[in-house]
């Protein structure tokens, strides 16, 4: 009886990782797509005069420590992860 239910579990395991791929590779274009839109802000602070902007800490201690280019990379690198993660999973479920 035991042995049915672990089969019944890794076949939901196996359904939800089939088709969460896309949210996965979706996630991972957002987070382009927000590196995109942290490379422009940083660039429009840094040609404006206005220096009392708002950010995320963790996002300002990545300005602070490598400019725009280390928080923007961090936040690509971060997207690559995730849709190299998803196409993982896509072509996992497509070979079973």
């Given at each position: 009886?035991?042995?049915?239910?672990?089969?019944?579990?890794?076949?939901?395991?196996?359904?939800?990782?089939?088709?969460?791929?896309?949210?996965?590779?979706?996630?991972?274009?957002?987070?382009?797509?927000?590196?995109?839109?942290?490379?422009?802000?940083?660039?429009?602070?840094?040609?404006?005069?206005?220096?009392?902007?708002?950010?995320?800490?963790?996002?300002?201690?990545?300005?602070n420590l490598?400019?725009?280019?280390?928080?923007?990379?961090?936040?690509?690198?971060?997207?690559?992860?995730?849709?190299?993660?998803?196409?993982?999973?896509?072509?996992?479920?497509?070979?079973?």
């Open positions: 009886m035991s042995d049915e239910l672990e089969n019944k579990e890794e076949e939901n395991e196996t359904e939800e990782s089939g088709d969460s791929w896309w949210k996965t590779v979706g996630f991972g274009l957002f987070m382009f797509a927000l590196a995109g839109f942290l490379y422009w802000y940083f660039t429009d602070f840094e040609n404006s005069n206005d220096r009392t902007r708002r950010m995320n800490a963790i996002i300002a201690a990545l300005y490598g400019g725009k280019n280390l928080a923007c990379g961090v936040v690509a690198g971060i997207g690559a992860i995730l849709v190299g993660m998803g196409v993982w999973d896509f072509t996992k479920t497509r070979k079973k």
